[in-house]
C-alpha cells in the first residue's frame, strides 16, 4: 500500500520526453518538471543542447537527467528505460515527441527519405510503446505527436502525414491492448508552432501567412504544446483514453 501511495504523489513520478533537447520537446520537459514530475530528457545526438535543458531544469530546482537514444533502435530504447528506471525510478509517463519532417512533393521523394521518416516515427513510436507496455507504471499516462497536417492535407507532407496517421492508428489500438492496466493512450496534433525547426528556411510572407491561417490569428508556441501534454498526461485527464487533441488555433 505504501508504495501504491509514493506512485501517486507527483513528486515521485517520473517522465520521459523522447526527442526533448529543444523545442517543443524541451518545453515539454519544463511543464512536467513544474507538474512535479522528475523528467528524462531524451535526445538522439544533440548533446549540448539536451544538457543545456538538463542543466536549466535543475537550475530551477527540478530533478532531470539526459539521456541519449535514437528511438528507432530497440535496443537503444531498452537502454533508454534502464537508464532511467535505475537513476530516476519506474517510469509513469512516456511522452513520444521525438520525430523528423522534411517536405517534399511525393514524385520528389527518395526511397532514403521515406525509410528515415518511418524509422523515427512510426517505428520509434513502436519501440518505445512495446518497450512501455510491460515497463510503465500501472495508471501512467502516454502522449504520442501527430500533427493536424493529417487533416489539413497539405501538399509536400504526404511522408510525413501517413507516419503522424499511423501513429494515430497506433495509439487508439493501443489504449484499447492495455485494458487492466489503467494507463491511458492519447495523442497530440500541433498546429504549426513557432520552433526553429518550423521556422527554419520559411520567409517572413511564409511565416505570416501559417500565422494568418487559425481564427486566433497566430503560430503556435511550444507552451501551448506542453500545457495540453500536461494536461493529458495528468489526472484532470483521467477520463481521456484513445482519443486524439488538435491543437492548433481553430485551423481545422
Same mark, same amino acid.
Given at each position: 500500500?505504501? $508504495?501504491?501511495?509514493?506512485?501517486?504523489?507527483?513528486?515521485?513520478?517520473?517522465?520521459?520526453?523522447?526527442?526533448?533537447?529543444?523545442?517543443?520537446?524541451?518545453?515539454?520537459? $519544463?511543464?512536467?518538471?513544474?507538474?512535479?514530475?522528475?523528467?528524462?530528457?531524451?535526445?538522439?545526438?544533440? %548533446?549540448?543542447?539536451?544538457?543545456?535543458?538538463?542543466? =536549466?531544469?535543475?537550475?530551477?530546482?527540478?530533478?532531470?537527467?539526459? %539521456?541519449?537514444?535514437?528511438?528507432?533502435?530497440?535496443? *537503444?530504447?531498452?537502454?533508454?528505460?534502464?537508464?532511467?528506471?535505475?537513476?530516476?525510478?519506474?517510469?509513469? %509517463?512516456?511522452?513520444?515527441?521525438?520525430?523528423?519532417?522534411?517536405?517534399?512533393?511525393?514524385?520528389?521523394?527518395?526511397?532514403?527519405?521515406? *525509410?528515415?521518416?518511418?524509422?523515427?516515427?512510426?517505428?520509434?513510436?513502436?519501440?518505445?510503446?512495446?518497450? =512501455?507496455?510491460?515497463?510503465?507504471?500501472?495508471?501512467?499516462?502516454?502522449?504520442?505527436?501527430?500533427?493536424?497536417?493529417?487533416?489539413?492535407?497539405?501538399?509536400?507532407?504526404?511522408?510525413?502525414?501517413?507516419?503522424?496517421?499511423?501513429?494515430?492508428?497506433?495509439? *487508439?489500438?493501443?489504449?484499447?491492448?492495455?485494458?487492466?492496466?489503467?494507463?491511458?493512450?492519447?495523442?497530440? =496534433?500541433?498546429?504549426?508552432?513557432?520552433?526553429?525547426?518550423?521556422?527554419?528556411?520559411?520567409?517572413?510572407? $511564409?511565416?505570416?501567412?501559417?500565422?494568418?491561417?487559425?481564427?486566433?490569428?497566430?503560430?503556435?508556441?511550444?507552451?501551448?504544446?506542453?500545457?495540453?501534454?500536461?494536461?493529458?498526461?495528468?489526472?484532470? =485527464?483521467?477520463?481521456?483514453?484513445?482519443?486524439?487533441?488538435?491543437?492548433?488555433?481553430?485551423?481545422?
Amino acid at each position: 500500500m505504501q $508504495q501504491a501511495s509514493a506512485q501517486q504523489t507527483s513528486s515521485t513520478r517520473v517522465a520521459i520526453v523522447t526527442g526533448a533537447s529543444r523545442g517543443i520537446g524541451a518545453a515539454v520537459t $519544463q511543464r512536467l518538471a513544474e507538474d512535479g514530475y522528475r523528467v528524462a530528457v531524451n535526445y538522439a545526438s544533440n %548533446v549540448a543542447e539536451a544538457d543545456k535543458t538538463v542543466a =536549466a531544469l535543475r537550475a530551477a530546482g527540478h530533478t532531470a537527467i539526459a %539521456v541519449q537514444a535514437d528511438v528507432s533502435q530497440a535496443d *537503444q530504447v531498452r537502454a533508454l528505460f534502464d537508464t532511467v528506471e535505475r537513476e530516476l525510478g519506474k517510469v509513469d %509517463v512516456l511522452i513520444n515527441n521525438a520525430g523528423i519532417l522534411k517536405t517534399v512533393p511525393l514524385a520528389d521523394s527518395s526511397d532514403e527519405l521515406f *525509410q528515415r521518416t518511418f524509422a523515427i516515427n512510426v517505428q520509434g513510436t513502436f519501440n518505445t510503446l512495446r518497450e =512501455a507496455a510491460t515497463r510503465l507504471n500501472d495508471g501512467g499516462s502516454i502522449v504520442n505527436f501527430s500533427t493536424s497536417v493529417v487533416g489539413l492535407k497539405l501538399p509536400g507532407y504526404t511522408i510525413y502525414s501517413a507516419t503522424k496517421a499511423a501513429v494515430e492508428s497506433m495509439s *487508439q489500438i493501443f489504449a484499447k491492448e492495455l485494458r487492466g492496466r489503467r494507463i491511458r493512450v492519447n495523442v497530440v =496534433a500541433p498546429g504549426p508552432v513557432a520552433t526553429e525547426l518550423f521556422l527554419d528556411g520559411k520567409t517572413p510572407e $511564409q511565416i505570416a501567412h501559417f500565422a494568418s491561417l487559425p481564427p486566433l490569428e497566430r503560430l503556435g508556441e511550444p507552451r501551448d504544446i506542453a500545457n495540453v501534454v500536461s494536461f493529458l498526461a495528468g489526472p484532470d =485527464a483521467a477520463w481521456v483514453n484513445g482519443q486524439v487533441l488538435r491543437a492548433n488555433g481553430g485551423v481545422i
